[in-house]
């Protein structure tokens, strides 16, 4: 009974930090089935700050539409108004890990997490043509020697009248509150004008204009750790080692 007792102990001690239960509501978000879209109104400075607000009457600050929620964001109604807060890109610079700090929350349903940020992925093409004249098939993210942009601009086609629009693009990454799940939000802005109007407006102050977004939380199936599977294997293996004395000893 002794040694049962011992291979217990070493079985309880192997499933101490081994994850068998979901520790989060975020944790059925597998294979990207979590999901939601975002708009509002986002104004970016030139002094690195990008502040939101509502696309619903009153404009409320911080506020953003969740619209066309799947998995455990199917509890939030489609229309809500859920809350964002502001970046400040000389404390959450491009291309660098920082916080995590505070980012999306759900005042609609707060038994869910969080979101937090804490990486904003620099832009994907070269500044080459951002100083071109315009013309429709152009990209461009500003860049100076020391810092690139978080936007990727692209010219587009227009009518007669706008020969010329423009759409720009950013990435933000982060982790939920609770450390379950990562998450990434890809936001989009369209404008009626071309990207080297939009730069030469924020180069002057700030740039104002809506925005959309889709925001896809993700978890990888939880996997034990190595030290943790040892620990079980070991008291499992005590218990048929135990299990055989047994019988042997009841055949003496």
Same mark, same amino acid.
Request: glycine content about 8%.
């Given at each position: ?18 994850? @068998? ?35 619903? #009457?009153?404009?409320? #600050? ?9 998995? *455990? ?6 229309? +809500? ?25 759900? $005042? ?5 997490? #969080?979101?937090? *940020?804490?990486?904003?992925? $620099? ?11 315009p013309a429709p098939g152009q990209v461009c993210t500003p860049s100076t020697a020391t810092t690139t942009s978080a936007f ?6 227009? +009518?007669?009248? @706008? #020969?010329?629009? +423009?759409?720009?693009?950013? *990435? ?5 509150h609770d450390g379950a799940a990562a998450w990434t939000a890809n936001f989009t802005s369209q404008f009626n004008v071309p990207?080297?109007? @939009? ?12 925005? +959309? ?9 939880? @996997? ?15 218990? *048929? ?9 009841r055949l003496n």
């Amino acid at each position: 009974m002794e040694s049962v007792r011992i291979a217990l102990v070493i079985l309880a001690l192997g499933m101490i930090g081994t994850p @068998v239960f979901a520790a989060s509501v975020y944790d059925s978000c597998v294979l990207n089935t979590c999901r939601f879209s975002m708009s509002g109104i986002a104004t970016v400075t030139s002094g690195g700050t990008i502040s939101w607000a509502s696309d619903q #009457p009153g404009q409320t #600050p911080n506020l953003f539409t969740l619209t066309l929620p799947t998995g *455990v964001f199917s509890t939030i109604p489609s229309g +809500s108004q859920e809350r964002i807060e502001n970046l400040t890109l000389a404390t959450e610079p491009v291309g660098t890990t920082f916080g995590p700090f505070p980012f999306i929350s759900f $005042p609609t349903n707060p038994t869910l997490p #969080p979101l937090d *940020v804490n990486f904003i992925a $620099p832009g994907i093409f070269s500044p080459a043509q951002c100083g071109s004249a315009p013309a429709p098939g152009q990209v461009c993210t500003p860049s100076t020697a020391t810092t690139t942009s978080a936007f990727s601009f692209t010219n587009t086609p227009g +009518s007669a009248g @706008v #020969p010329v629009q +423009s759409t720009a693009n950013f *990435v933000v990454n982060g982790v939920s509150h609770d450390g379950a799940a990562a998450w990434t939000a890809n936001f989009t802005s369209q404008f009626n004008v071309p990207f080297q109007t @939009v730069l030469a407006n924020l180069a002057t102050g700030q740039v104002t204009n809506s925005y +959309s977004a889709v925001t896809t939380v993700t978890v990888s199936p939880t @996997v034990p750790e190595p030290a943790s599977l040892t620990l079980l294997g070991t008291g499992l293996l005590g218990l *048929v080692r135990a299990g055989r004395r047994r019988s042997a000893a009841r055949l003496n």
